[in-house]
């Protein structure tokens, strides 16, 4: 069996891929994760995905790469991680009581033939009415500002949501599964 590399520092990635049972290593991809002019949402995190996993290709030839990004979306407006406290509650603020897609890029790329499967998975996310005291609360306990929207589901975060629409429940927390098991399939390698 191949190497698996997750191109990803991100310890919740990293807990889903281990559901496998799969061997693998992680590898810090450092992307610039900027939307480049034009581009949509998707084409972002598509993109970056892609790039992510051919940023770590060099240290690892003959592995199978993972590559993942996600960006929340609304009304044409990105999400991406916010950063810090203050754009943390803008994002919140601007996305309570609304739904918001947080549309996840895979790429699993074979860096000895250079093939590359891209997939995207969104999930339609929406959240509860909250007040700006709510917000602040979250964000104190939470600190998630290294999450796309400043949504953290894994942890409280899932206190901000009403209802979460898609095919992978996996996909919103950063790595699709479902789609995953599909692409590691067409590259040889069962989960099972």
């Not at 939470?142 to 209802?163: H, R, V």
């Not at 590691?184 to 069962?190: D, H, K, M, T, W």
């Amino acid at each position: 069996m191949p190497t698996i590399v997750l191109a990803s520092t991100s310890p919740f990635r990293r807990e889903l891929l281990g559901r496998f049972g799969l061997p693998f290593t992680t590898a810090n991809p450092e992307v610039d994760e900027t939307a480049l002019p034009g581009e949509t949402p998707e084409e972002t995190a598509l993109r970056l995905a892609e790039a992510k996993a051919r940023a770590v290709a060099s240290r690892f030839p003959d592995a199978l790469i993972i590559g993942s990004d996600q960006v929340a979306c609304l009304d044409g407006q990105i999400f991406g991680k916010p950063g810090d406290h203050a754009r943390a509650v803008r994002q919140l603020q601007t996305m309570r009581g609304r739904q918001v897609n947080f549309f996840t890029g895979l790429c699993l790329y074979n860096a000895h033939t250079g093939n590359a499967q891209v997939r995207g998975v969104p999930t339609l996310v929406s959240f509860r009415r909250l007040d700006d005291a709510a917000i602040e609360r979250y964000l104190l306990r939470e600190k998630p500002y290294n999450c796309a929207g400043a949504a953290k589901s894994e942890g409280l975060g899932i206190a901000l949501i009403e209802k979460i629409e898609g095919d992978d429940p996996n996909a919103l927390i950063g790595l699709p599964l479902i789609a995953l098991c599909e692409l590691l399939a067409n590259e040889g390698v069962s989960v099972l």
